[in-house]
């Protein structure tokens, strides 16, 4: 769940700062190549575009929205106006680069709060793909010596995850219903949708910011559960939540997750120190679209 919040970091200016540099020195290297490429549409250019599948398959959005059982969506190119997007300090600060990008390239006029989190990552992975390189490079360390290493992979080769709906009580409001393993209540959750997390993400800042415990659990909960036992009321989903066992609790954030589209950001690594397989996410940080390419 953390791993989709990192895409809000804010970007240090050290990194925004040699970030132009780079940009600077590619296009005094490349000059020629770059005049030739499409910079706009005004001009009667054409901005090449690209498919790109959706980990929801469309599945969950209703009928009126653009992407409405739609698999593939079509985006555009990133050119000097997302280059702007991308480098602009006010969006920076407000957390919403990313937003904005997803909602400048896509050609079906969709809002980015209004979209599945997981299918902005695979447009936000196509867009540095096709505008940066495949290749992508992050650091991490190993959890069990510390040795810091530096993984390379291949936006590329990142697939959607599968998940078997079939598998699941899927009602007609896209909402899951499962039976919890020890209480045995029947409960029904939503997805996350982009709102969500974004409102997860400002609790937990909020509760660090005057040093109160994370409560990212109960607030999950609290946001994902639509009813318990066919009961909607507020006052019984936080009863509910309030004398949760720890093993429903484990249960129902596996199943959050679980039916979650996704796309599979899941690497491993072997350290060369001790050998431990690590194993993490392909992180989505502030680095993802300034890495050295
Ligand atoms: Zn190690």
Known sequence: MTRNNEGRTQIPPEVFEQFMKQQEEKFTSQQPQISQQPQNNNAGYHVPTDFVVLPSKGTFYSEGHP????????V??????EEDIITSPGLIQKGIVYDKLVESVCVDRIAANNILPGD????????RKNAYGDEYKFDSDCTVCGTPYTKKINLSELKNKEVDYQAFNITSNSTFVVQTPISKASVEFKLYDSQDEDFITKQVE?????????DIVVNTHRRLIVSVNGDTSYPTITGFISSLLLK????????????????DLNYTHECVMCGHENEGGV???ANFFWSDV
Request: charged share 30%.
């Open 76 to 81: 555009r190119y990133m050119t000097t106006r």
């Open 283 to 285: 992180p989505f940080g």
């Open 120 to 127: 902005k990552a695979a447009i936000l992975i196509n867009c």
């Open 248 to 263: 429903d609790s484990r249960f129902l954030q596996k199943a959050y997750v679980g039916v979650k589209p996704d796309v």
């Open 67 to 74: 992407w409405h059982q739609k698999e593939t969506v079509e």
């Open 206 to 214: 909020n509760r660090r910011r005057h040093n109160l415990p994370d």
